[in-house]
């Protein structure tokens, strides 16, 4: 049975350019990068190579760039950081942020490190930017705010610059959760006030267990993984070489690529939401589905029914690869923090199901999916 593949916001498949760079790493090109001999330094400059490379395409010094076991470990790294040597006592937050963000925090808060605030959403899922001016001006203690550019299950975009502004203004200090926008938009750090964002390569067609930390030059801190002397002494543990190598060329080739994909991608978004208004007019749409949001990810609520209470299961029957939420929990029956935000005080009579795209999709895979729903809803 041929399968359609409509979770790209959880994963990607590994491009094969990605693969023949990341191969002689796997193989013959395979010292250690901390060995001295021929071997080693080998290794050792095709990774500050691949560091060149990411910081050319986020307009970052390479010196800022540090690879990381994925975007998880970056974010604890950046919150540990904020709150353990930048001096922050008070976190700013939003109820829909990804677990590795709430479930940090949240672990801070427990143990005394720092009090913890939420930021109100909009009534279509956005950062209430008034409240988060208020948040920050009522803050008696240095603050970190921690908001993604972009939440992974319904879409919504923030504007990374304009809260930026908002945080030098109370000098606070900032990072963003920007897993589902690096590989997917341009960055330009030099001119955007962020201290630290964090990237994933498998969600751009990169490999999987190899991400990056952006730490601003002009912050300080210390390792989170204590050992070696690997990235600069600040993240010890032998260096994922061919992790490294493949995300610096997946990175490079979704920038290559962002003009023609995003455009592309964003055309089947649309084609999908509006077959699904025109076939089943009691669906809606989570999010800002039509406004700001990833080209890449459709967010859609069907009615509850005896029939589509078991929508997810039977797609899955039927070959279709989709999900309730983030895959970090897809495995829960509960519904999903970010959906429950959404619709808080109000009625959940609904199945929300995620459809996220990537340059692999295609129009009729669309038109199957939505036949086989006429059938299943």
Same mark, same amino acid.
């Given at each position: 049975?041929?399968?359609?593949? %409509?979770?790209?916001?959880? =994963?990607?498949?590994?491009? &094969?350019?990605?693969? !023949?760079?990341?191969? &002689?790493?796997?193989?013959?090109?395979?010292?250690?990068?901390?060995?001295?001999?021929?071997?080693?330094?080998?290794?050792?400059?095709?990774?500050?190579?691949?560091?060149?490379?990411?910081?050319?395409?986020?307009?970052?010094?390479?010196?800022?760039?540090? %690879?990381?076991?994925?975007?998880?470990?970056?974010?604890?790294?950046?919150? @540990?950081?904020?709150?353990?040597?930048?001096?922050?006592?008070?976190?700013?937050?939003?109820?829909?942020?990804?677990?590795? =963000?709430?479930?940090?925090?949240?672990?801070?808060?427990?143990?005394?490190?720092?009090?913890?605030?939420?930021?109100?959403? @909009?009534?279509?899922?956005?950062?209430?930017?008034?409240?988060?001016?208020?948040?920050?001006?009522?803050?008696?203690?240095?603050?970190?705010?921690?908001?993604?550019?972009?939440?992974?299950?319904?879409?919504?975009?923030?504007?990374?610059?304009?809260?930026?502004?908002?945080?030098?203004?109370?000098?606070?200090?900032?990072?963003?959760?920007?897993?589902? @926008?690096?590989?997917?938009? &341009?960055?330009?750090?030099?001119?955007?006030?962020?201290?630290?964002?964090?990237?994933?390569?498998?969600?751009?067609?990169?490999?999987?267990?190899?991400?990056?930390?952006?730490?601003? !030059?002009?912050?300080?801190?210390?390792?989170?993984?204590?050992?070696?002397?690997?990235?600069?002494?600040?993240?010890?543990?032998?260096?994922?070489?061919?992790?490294?190598?493949?995300?610096?060329?997946?990175?490079?080739?979704?920038?290559?690529?962002?003009?023609?994909?995003?455009?592309?991608?964003? !055309?089947?978004?649309?084609?999908?939401?509006?077959?699904?208004?025109?076939? %089943?007019?009691?669906?809606?749409?989570?999010?800002? =589905?039509?406004?700001?949001?990833?080209?890449?990810?459709?967010?859609?609520?069907? &009615?509850?029914?005896?029939?589509?209470?078991?929508?997810? %299961?039977?797609?899955?029957?039927?070959?279709?690869?989709?999900?309730?939420?983030?895959?970090?929990?897809?495995?829960?029956?509960?519904?999903?923090?970010?959906?429950?935000?959404?619709?808080?005080?109000?009625?959940?009579?609904?199945?929300?199901?995620?459809?996220?795209?990537?340059?692999?999709?295609?129009?009729?895979?669309?038109?199957?999916?939505?036949?086989?729903?006429?059938?299943?809803?």
């Amino acid at each position: 049975m041929s399968r359609i593949y %409509f979770d790209n916001a959880a =994963t990607t498949a590994l491009d &094969p350019d990605v693969l !023949e760079v990341m191969m &002689p790493f796997l193989t013959e090109k395979f010292g250690n990068p901390s060995s001295i001999y021929s071997y080693g330094r080998e290794t050792k400059m095709a990774i500050e190579n691949a560091r060149k490379s990411v910081a050319k395409t986020l307009n970052a010094n390479p010196g800022e760039i540090f %690879f990381t076991s994925g975007g998880t470990e970056s974010t604890n790294a950046a919150i @540990t950081a904020a709150t353990r040597d930048l001096g922050c006592k008070h976190i700013i937050t939003s109820p829909i942020e990804h677990h590795a =963000t709430l479930h940090t925090v949240e672990h801070m808060a427990h143990f005394k490190h720092a009090t913890l605030s939420y930021v109100k959403l @909009t009534d279509k899922g956005h950062i209430d930017m008034k409240h988060l001016e208020e948040l920050l001006a009522a803050s008696k203690d240095k603050t970190l705010v921690t908001l993604m550019h972009a939440n992974n299950e319904i879409g919504n975009i923030m504007d990374i610059k304009a809260v930026g502004e908002l945080c030098k203004k109370y000098d606070a200090i900032f990072h963003s959760d920007t897993v589902q @926008t690096v590989g997917h938009y &341009p960055f330009d750090l030099k001119n955007t006030y962020v201290h630290f964002i964090n990237g994933a390569g498998h969600k751009f067609n990169g490999p999987k267990g190899v991400g990056i930390l952006y730490v601003n !030059e002009n912050v300080t801190i210390k390792p989170y993984i204590n050992g070696g002397a690997q990235e600069r002494n600040m993240r010890a543990g032998t260096e994922n070489l061919y992790g490294i190598i493949g995300f610096a060329k997946a990175l490079e080739i979704a920038t290559a690529r962002y003009e023609q994909d995003s455009t592309a991608i964003r !055309e089947l978004k649309m084609y999908m939401a509006d077959k699904l208004q025109q076939t %089943f007019p009691g669906i809606g749409f989570n999010g800002d =589905t039509f406004g700001n949001s990833l080209y890449t990810v459709l967010n859609v609520s069907f &009615p509850m029914t005896e029939r589509s209470d078991m929508l997810l %299961f039977n797609l899955d029957m039927a070959g279709i690869c989709v999900s309730g939420g983030s895959a970090c929990t897809s495995g829960a029956n509960s519904l999903s923090h970010v959906i429950g935000a959404l619709y808080q005080g109000q009625s959940m009579d609904i199945v929300p199901i995620r459809f996220s795209f990537s340059r692999h999709n295609t129009k009729e895979e669309i038109d199957a999916v939505v036949e086989k729903l006429k059938e299943l809803v």
